[in-house]
């Protein structure tokens, strides 16, 4: 047992270390002040540390809270321009019918109106369509032999 027994007072004081064996004393006079405020400053530095955390982790939930207040004004208010935008679809399709409706019901007027009253009348009608149908076929044969005598002159050309 000898300068590297860890068990013996000998080998405590070689190694450098404290135990059963070999007692640390506690510190007397200057050293002992010195280590007091150290110890002091040290927990000092520590509540400032932490007191600097909370203040960190306040305004962190301050900013989440906040961010979720406005996440929900967002959502509140696009749940209202969702809703204005169904509402004024809805009234457009409600006007739109009620449009189509009065145009149906002033074209099934007209069309009463429109029925002869005597034979005369639809006699004239339809010789008044007679002379239209006769009329389209006699400008279309017109354009047809226009197109002729154009083609027939770029080919002699």
Do not use: C, Q, W, Y
């Amino acid at each position: 047992m000898g300068k590297g027994d860890k068990r013996t007072r000998r080998g405590k004081i070689n190694i450098g270390t404290f135990g059963n064996s070999r007692r640390k004393r506690p510190l007397r006079g200057a050293a002992a002040g010195i280590a007091k405020k150290k110890s002091a400053t040290k927990k000092k530095v520590a509540a400032k540390k932490e007191a600097v955390v909370k203040e960190v982790d306040l305004n962190l939930a301050e900013a989440k809270r906040d961010e979720a207040k406005e996440t929900k004004v967002k959502e509140v208010e696009v749940l209202e321009t969702e809703e204005k935008e169904t509402k004024a679809k809805e009234s457009k399709t409600k006007e739109s019918d009620t449009k189509e409706s009065a145009e149906k019901e002033t074209k099934a007027k007209e069309s009463k109106t429109k029925e002869p009253d005597t034979k005369e009348s639809a006699e004239k009608e339809t010789e008044a369509k007679d002379s239209e149908k006769k009329e389209t076929k006699v400008k279309e044969k017109t354009t047809s032999k226009k197109a002729k005598t154009s083609k027939k002159e770029s080919a002699k050309k």
